[in-house]
């Protein structure tokens, strides 16, 4: 028996704003595959990537709400406040994207072949992705920490949640880079590219060694002032690769400021390389915001962090 939620079982996990929320992210993710599996459908590889995104944010919430009703986060070595903060920023990231993907992509004005069934089939998912983007929103503003509030929960302040924001721009950034970019004909271009994966390592270092509640493991600073430095080092990067990226892709010398007329719509080197260049400058704001917010954080570490919000 549990003495603060009856036996064995989370009370807060269903009764409490919190838990709310997350009954709100099932039922959302729920509906939308459920009718896209049923009429709407999906095809190529915009269809996949919103198929994959609404499955895994599913998955992750069935997993969280079940370990969060039934007390089994307590058994795991992990920040439990830090992990939960950090899969709702990230599937509120990823709900986003799909939720502006799969209308721009699948929903028509007109009828298609298959007649309005599908094509209302097909705003219904659209409608239920924006309010599982809500969802998933609304447990990130519960859970965040409040201005100059002391936390041991770093994912729950605006710089960890930068961090998630961070890392999901660098992934798109790397998918651009996948998409011909051409990025290995010059060593300017090269430099940029170890740039991100650097970066992007160091962003998911802190991470890692939040969720995992490790952050006494860097012996010979503090830990906020370790996320302090690594910032500041990314912000120099990133300064960086947002000077020599726009050089070596679009002077003339190297490649050209306007779109070639040749160039085909949706494999265009050029796209690939205009996309890096503005999230890269995106990026770096982020950083420079987390460098300025990461001033502002009262943090106590600890090696796990089990406490229920809400």
Known sequence: MDSQGGPYLNKRALFSPLGAARLCQLAMGCAVIAMVTHSAGYSGSHGVFCMTTWCFCFAMSVLVFFLDATRLYSFLPISWDNLTVTCAAFATLMYVTASVVYPLFFVRSEC????????????????????????????????RARPGQTVGGYMATVSGLLKVVQGFVACII?????????????????????VYVFCFVLTALVVIMTVCGRTKAVRCIPFDRFVVVCTLLEVLLYLSASVVWPVFCFDTKYGSPWRPSSCPHGNCPWDSKVVVAVFSSVNFALYMADLVYSQRILFIPSHLTTSSRI
Do not use: H, K
Request: glycine letters at 12%; proline letters at 2%; a neutral charge.
């Open 112 to 143: 298609p072949y298959a007649g309005c069934y599908v094509r209302d089939f097909r705003i219904a998912v659209s409608v239920c992705s924006i309010l599982g983007t809500l969802a998933y929103g609304a447990e990130v503003v519960l859970c």
């Open 174 to 194: 790397f998918g651009a880079l996948a998409n011909g970019s051409e990025y290995s004909r010059y060593i300017g271009t090269i430099y940029c590219v170890v």
